[in-house]
């Protein structure tokens, strides 16, 4: 077999078989096959697709390609949730936390950010000395005392997916179905929960640029998460604007913990209330859905999911204080507020553009071995449905240098487009597959 025959197998649209997928994650893993032929490769899949045998295989390549996780001495179940990505996602932070003081054991692995779209673990990052890097042995331990674990991809869990995660963000190649499905997928069959919770997002934010794509998508991942005791809900949501308020690493972990002493955007509300539901559901909770969201406000207002977090991240190594003094995290440099030249109600907010300019300003990466920046960012202050003045702060831009700010000032202004007449807030779930 060879490597240059299968590019060239995919690059002319055909299918390939198991072995072929077997031989590329394998080779790649291993360092055999370089990063241009494997991008060549991952290119011709993002250009002409897969099937869904294919996608299965990719799947199961990728994660066997590593160790896999056995968690079924923690608990009968271990839920575990996972989002196709978004501007301003911050919901992973908020609901493990809600769902592990709820007793609903929370194994999770996190990824970094990907194209204009956050990662969990960025964000974890940006507490001081939080580890998202401990042993399996640690990470188990983690969720059989205090019932959470919150980590990066490891080597040795699904390896080929991190080593193709990076790749496909830095050439491009992370918006395709086959491509997202498996890299998910593989990670959680890796991992070792059995139920899991997709949250699967469509429009200008999302790799999905429309629901019909979000439903394939949730179609193929559903469809790989076949098996005994294997549990998949897949709720379907908007991210035309960004989610919540903040978009970078440091003012994304600010939002959370506000969120978890209740203070929370409607959007980011709706999101985080029917995510939490769902997961709760899987764990054979069997409580109405009016019951479930009682419990979820009564762990948020005693402050038990906030404690929660805190064990999590004090148990990994990072200093809690600054969860409890958020002043205390670093700040960026430069802080500039976007005054609107415009009056009117918000009828567009670009999550894409919001995105690309984060990315700008060094939230997110250009390329895979990018450091980020974790105090710059975007904190909105107007969003779809407000109201605005003619020069009220639209938004507030936080950079590390002043170097472009005006240009960037701009480019903000034009992620709004306003509208003379009232704009009625949306709901962002679609649907619950
Ligand atoms: N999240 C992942 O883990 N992988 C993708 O490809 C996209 C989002």
Redesign the pocket.
């Known amino acids: 077999m060879n490597i240059i025959e299968i590019i060239e197998q995919k690059r002319q649209g055909r299918e390939l078989t198991g072995e072929q997928i077997e031989y590329f994650i394998q080779g790649y893993t291993k360092g055999e096959i370089p990063d241009y032929q494997a991008a060549a490769l991952l290119m011709a899949i993002c250009l002409n697709g897969m099937n869904q045998e294919e996608i299965l295989a990719m799947t199961m390549a990728m994660a066997n390609s590593g160790e896999t996780l056995d968690l079924s001495d923690i608990s009968d179940y271990v839920v575990d949730k996972?989002?196709?990505?978004g501007v301003g996602d911050k919901v992973t932070l908020i609901i493990s936390p809600i769902i592990a003081s709820l007793g609903v054991p929370i194994a999770k692995m996190?990824?970094r950010g990907?194209g204009i779209?956050g990662?969990t673990v960025d964000k974890l990052q940006s507490i001081p000395a939080y580890r998202t890097d401990i042993s399996i042995e640690e990470f188990k331990n983690n969720v059989k005392e205090i019932g959470i674990s919150l980590i990066s991809q490891t080597f040795d869990l699904a390896p080929a997916?991190k080593k193709i995660?990076a790749l496909?963000d830095s050439i491009s190649a992370?918006d395709?179905i086959p491509?997202?499905?498996?890299?998910?997928m593989s990670?959680k069959m890796a991992a070792g929960a059995n139920r899991i919770v997709l949250d699967v997002t469509y429009g200008s934010g999302a790799?999905m640029k429309n629901v019909s794509q979000a439903k394939k998508l949730a179609k193929a991942m559903k469809e790989i998460w076949q098996g005994k005791d294997k549990k998949i809900c897949c709720v379907i949501s908007k991210m035309e604007q960004p989610l919540g308020y903040s978009v970078g690493n440091t003012l994304e972990l600010i939002e959370a913990v506000q969120a978890l002493h209740g203070q929370m955007a409607e959007d980011l509300k709706e999101v985080v209330i029917t995510m939490c539901i769902q997961m709760l559901k899987l764990a054979d909770r069997k409580e109405s859905d009016a019951q479930l969201e009682n419990e979820i406000w009564e762990v948020i207002h005693t402050g038990k999911a906030f404690h929660k977090f805190v064990e999590l991240a004090q148990k990994q190594g990072a200093d809690a204080a600054y969860l409890y003094d958020l002043n205390r995290l670093e700040k960026a440099p430069i802080i500039v507020p976007v005054l609107s030249d415009e009056k009117g109600w918000v009828k567009a907010l670009s999550a894409e553009k919001i995105g690309k300019i984060s990315i700008e300003l060094g939230a997110g990466r250009k390329n895979k071995e990018d450091e980020i920046d974790r105090r710059v960012g975007i904190l909105l202050n107007k969003k779809m449905g407000d109201f605005v003045e003619n020069g009220e702060c639209l938004a507030y831009i936080h950079a590390s240098t002043a170097e472009k700010i005006d240009e960037l000032v701009e480019k903000v202004k034009s992620a709004y487009a306003f509208s003379s007449k009232e704009v009625a807030k949306e709901n962002v779930i679609y649907t619950i597959l």
């Open positions: 996972h989002s196709t990505g996190s990824g990907l779209t990662g997916d995660y496909r992370v395709s491509l997202i499905a498996s890299s998910i990670k790799f």
